[in-house]
């Protein structure tokens, strides 16, 4: 099934979230057996670029019938890594992190999964803050410091979606940088996805923003980002249906 029959058959309008919202968690309906995927959304704007291919991705993943958990990043209070190397301590070394604020069930929740996408649009060239401070309690504790071995409670394919103004042929993404790495070493190699050349406001004409064409980013999305949409929404039916979990 492809993304325009499944809106179609579920009734899900294309920027619609589905589930109830809770402290920047959204929950999808659970059965049992079901395969767990969690969608770490890093960006701060409900319903724009990044927010609509995880949108996608959780529809494709849903198709396949798996069970989607969304975490709204900006909606949570949480700190990055604050170095208290309780994850190292003798004896009680841990590779989920033992700090206890909002992310705590969530990242015990990820050690568990099936799955794992982590999206963000692109600032500076690289992913956000608030993505980056997830990424610090996520991939710490899985480093060992007596072996520099990088192991996480369980490996599961991981896809990293990016979203930026930038175009393939021009374009200053590092992408999840130096985390690429640990994520490869502990949960092996993320499939990537990254919509350019996005809509970054509604309406041009309303800011300051005479460096961008509208004409052009709007010629842009119409050849583009249905398409961008529709990868989104095959790479999630794929993580759902894939077999090494
Ligand atoms: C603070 C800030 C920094 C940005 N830096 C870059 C950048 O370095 N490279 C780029 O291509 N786009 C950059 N952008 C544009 C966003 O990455 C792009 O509009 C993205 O699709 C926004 O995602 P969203 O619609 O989900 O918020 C920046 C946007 C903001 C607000």
């Known amino acids: 099934m492809d993304r325009r029959s499944f809106l179609k058959k579920s ?13 920047g968690i959204i929950y999808a309906k659970t059965e049992k057996n079901m395969k767990k995927i969690v969608i770490i959304d890093g960006g701060p704007r409900r319903n724009m670029n990044t927010a609509q291919m995880l949108e996608s991705v959780a529809q494709g993943a849903e198709s396949a019938g798996a069970e989607v958990k969304t975490v709204r990043l900006y909606d949570m209070d949480y700190k990055g890594c604050i170095s208290c ?12 992190c033992k700090y206890k604020d909002a992310l705590a069930p969530v990242l015990e929740d990820i050690s568990q999964a099936d799955g794992l996408v982590l999206g963000s649009p692109i600032y500076f060239g690289d992913v956000t803050g608030q993505m980056r401070a997830f990424l610090e309690r996520l991939t710490f504790p899985w ?7 990088i192991t996480a409670p369980k490996r ?12 393939p042929e021009r374009n200053n993404s590092n992408g999840f940088g130096s985390m690429e790495y640990c994520i490869t070493a502990a949960m092996g190699e993320p499939q990537k996805l990254a919509a350019y050349n996005t809509y970054q406001v509604k309406n041009y004409g309303n800011y300051e923003l005479a460096g961008f064409s ?11 980002w249905e398409e961008d949409l529709q990868k989104a929404f095959e790479a999630g039916r794929k993580m759902a249906e894939t077999k090494t979990f």
């Open 11 to 23: 009734g899900i309008g294309a920027i619609a979230v589905t589930g109830l919202a809770l402290g």
């Open 85 to 96: 190397m309780a994850c190292k301590l003798k004896g009680k070394a841990s590779n989920v």
């Open 143 to 149: 480093l060992s410091y007596n072996d520099y071995s």
């Open 156 to 167: 599961m394919p991981v896809l990293l979606v990016t979203t930026m103004n930038g175009t």
């Open 214 to 224: 509208e004409e052009a980013k709007q010629q842009w999305r119409n050849g583009h």
